[in-house]
């Protein structure tokens, strides 16, 4: 076993029934990862969310607050007195990552296209920024396509030069699909970067992208579909590619202890079937060799169906969950 690092990894039940193996009941979805390899479910998130939890955020200035999103809800948890707040943050839905940039809380709105800044001095959202303004023409496409008005922005996070960004899945803001052997089928590869401060687009040709960390002056992208760790220098030039076999969502990393830790889903069930894969995986983590990029090993996660998330458990977030498993 080489963790260097004690995990905490969140997960979800896949949100069709058609891909679900496990029941509701069964989904752990928040999980601590021992060094010894040793998984401990955090029972207290046993039942938050239709399907799981997606992300979680927490800062030094707002002390025993835990800042959780479940889809389409964001909640604020008090580990000293243990009391849960749900946030009203308007209409939202299917909520990707939440971090802190400074000390604002930004939010992916992915279902409805838009970044949300949320101010928990204020307790209240003070901006919300629409990527409608990005969409262009709708391409002339084959009879077979069909067509829907969406970007998936799933990431907010701040580049080298501090400017304001935001990762998409589709950056002409049209998601294009067809029906192949029933499965619904994406037209994949226009994932890429707006820069909302200097209202720039970054055509980068990703696969459904997930999970943009800034490392050792470089960018990490999980090219989900493609199934790779894509690599950029600081212009966002391609440098490196690192093959992972499966869909990446959730990077953890620490470039102090030169180690990157992926966490990749298990294929679901409809996709088996029309991509190639070499076979079905499980959920699992890869730990990767920050500066030769190489495979250090590969630990499987159980009790989910997909992964969401994956933090290094110290530190502040430590306190946190340590305070409220002591519940």
């Not at 707002?62 to 749900?86: C, G, P, W």
């Not at 992915?110 to 990527?131: G, K, M």
Request: glycine residues 6%; charged residues 25%.
């Amino acid at each position: 076993m080489s963790l260097k690092h004690t995990l905490l990894v969140l997960g979800s039940q896949n949100s069709k029934v058609a891909d679900q193996e496990l029941s509701r009941d069964q989904i752990r979805p928040v999980q601590i990862l021992q060094k010894d390899g040793a998984i401990k479910p955090v029972s207290f998130f046993n039942q938050w969310g239709k399907v799981g939890v997606s992300s979680m955020a927490w800062h030094p200035k707002f002390e025993h607050t835990l800042y959780v999103s479940i889809n389409d809800e964001l909640r604020v948890i008090n580990t000293q007195s243990m009391a849960v707040k749900k946030i009203d943050l308007g209409v939202i839905g299917d909520l990707h990552d939440i971090e802190f940039l400074g000390d604002k809380l930004w939010i992916s709105n992915t279902e409805y296209d838009e970044a949300i800044c949320f101010d928990p001095t204020q307790q209240q959202v003070t901006q919300r920024i629409s990527l409608s303004e990005y969409r262009t023409e709708k391409e002339l496409v084959e009879t077979t396509d069909q067509s829907k008005d969406r970007f998936h922005c799933n990431q907010v996070f701040r580049n080298y030069e501090g400017d304001l960004c935001v990762l998409i899945h589709h950056i002409t803001g049209w998601q294009y699909f067809r029906t192949v052997m029933e499965t619904l089928i994406r037209r994949q590869g226009d994932g890429g970067i707006i820069n909302l401060d200097k209202k720039k687009i970054l055509k980068l040709k990703l696969q459904s992208p997930h999970s943009v960390r800034l490392i050792n002056n470089e960018y990490w992208v999980q090219d989900s579909t493609d199934q790779s760790t894509k690599i950029y220098d600081r212009e966002w030039r391609l440098i490196h590619t690192i093959p992972i076999g499966g869909f990446g969502r959730g990077v953890a990393f620490s470039e102090e202890d030169n180690v990157a830790y992926i966490a990749i889903s298990a294929t679901r069930k409809r996709y088996l079937r029309v991509i190639p894969t070499g076979g079905k995986h499980d959920n699992r983590i890869m730990l990767v060799d920050i500066k030769t990029r190489k495979e250090i090993e590969t630990i499987s996660i159980p009790n989910i169906e997909q992964l969401d998330n994956i933090y290094i458990l110290d530190g502040q977030l430590k306190q946190l969950i340590d305070q409220i498993e002591a519940t």
